[in-house]
């Protein structure tokens, strides 16, 4: 069908997609500093569990350490990075959209 499909994977599960013949993946990779990623999740709860965040954050880096899979990188160190990397997406997929690039 013709139908977009937006998630967050992990490495396993894109490239799983990327072999798909029948699926045609755009990987976007949202990044932001470690500094600004902990201090994000640090920030989310009044009493966060400083244990999980680590595990997560080092359970992350180790997943994607070794990732090759080809793909479009989208900032996020702030709400203008963040505008501006919804917007980028958007236009490229403005075919799939049937409104045409912008």
Same mark, same amino acid.
């Given at each position: 069908? !013709?139908? *977009? !499909?937006i998630g967050v994977f992990n490495p396993a599960?894109?490239?799983?997609? *990327?072999?798909?013949?029948? =699926? /045609?993946? %755009?990987? @976007?990779?949202?990044?932001?500093?470690? %500094?600004?990623?902990?201090?994000?999740? $640090?920030?989310?709860?009044?009493?966060? /569990? =400083?244990?999980?965040?680590?595990?997560? +954050?080092?359970? /992350?880096?180790? /997943? +994607? &350490?070794? +990732?090759? &899979?080809? @793909?479009?990188? =989208? %900032? !996020?160190?702030? #709400?203008?990075?963040? %505008? &501006?990397?919804?917007?980028?997406? #958007?236009?490229?997929?403005?075919?799939? $959209?049937?409104?045409?690039? !912008?």
């Amino acid at each position: 069908s !013709n139908c *977009i !499909n937006i998630g967050v994977f992990n490495p396993a599960g894109v490239e799983s997609l *990327i072999d798909r013949p029948d =699926v /045609d993946v %755009k990987v @976007y990779r949202v990044r932001a500093r470690d %500094k600004t990623r902990l201090l994000r999740q $640090l920030n989310r709860e009044e009493n966060p /569990d =400083v244990h999980e965040i680590v595990r997560r +954050f080092h359970a /992350d880096w180790m /997943d +994607f &350490a070794e +990732f090759d &899979a080809p @793909y479009i990188e =989208v %900032k !996020n160190e702030s #709400l203008d990075d963040l %505008k &501006a990397g919804v917007e980028q997406i #958007l236009s490229q997929l403005g075919p799939w $959209l049937g409104q045409g690039q !912008n």
